[in-house]
């Protein structure tokens, strides 16, 4: 019982000191695309999670590099994605310097999420489960991407 209540107590403290740096991470994000759909919005600017297997480039198999749907850097290229049958798009590596992480403790769990380098939005989570040499996988919201292939 009492080893219950404490996880929850700081499960929620945790959340309670937490909102405050939220709020004003969001605060220093600035939109760049000013076409932006609600739902980009949403995943981008509050740390949202699009729907699994609603994203298009769940199929795009090109040769290409993806790119932040705000502005425009370019992430990971299309050699390091893979189906890791989670329902968003995956990839084994990002370009170097494409991101900067932070520890997640939403939903009761530890967690790597990880921002566009440029313009600070959320993109997804990082897990180390992935099938590259680094075992990473860059588990990414599809509607933060945008897809340019090769010509």
């Given at each position: ?19 405050p740096?939220k709020?004003?991470f ?28 609603s ?20 992430l ?22 494409a ?5 997640d403790y939403?939903?009761?769990m ?6 566009c ?15 590259g ?7 990414n919201?599809g509607v ?8």
């Amino acid at each position: 019982m009492r080893r219950k209540f404490l996880k929850l107590f700081g499960t929620s403290f945790l959340t309670f000191f937490s909102l405050p740096y939220k709020f004003l991470f969001a605060i220093s994000k600035k939109i760049i695309n000013k076409n932006l759909t609600d739902e980009q919005k949403n995943v981008l600017f509050n740390e949202g999670t699009e729907r699994p297997y609603s994203s298009e480039l769940l199929n795009e198999k090109r040769e290409g590099f993806y790119h932040c749907a705000n502005c425009g850097a370019k992430l990971f290229s299309s050699n390091s994605k893979f189906d890791s049958g989670t329902g968003w798009p995956s990839f084994t590596e990002a370009l170097p310097g494409a991101f900067k992480t932070k520890i997640d403790y939403s939903f009761g769990m530890k967690r790597t999420e990880y921002h566009c380098a440029n313009c600070g939005v959320h993109h997804g989570h990082v897990f180390d489960d992935g099938p590259g040499e680094n075992g990473k996988r860059f588990c990414n919201n599809g509607v933060c991407l945008i897809f340019k292939p090769n010509n």
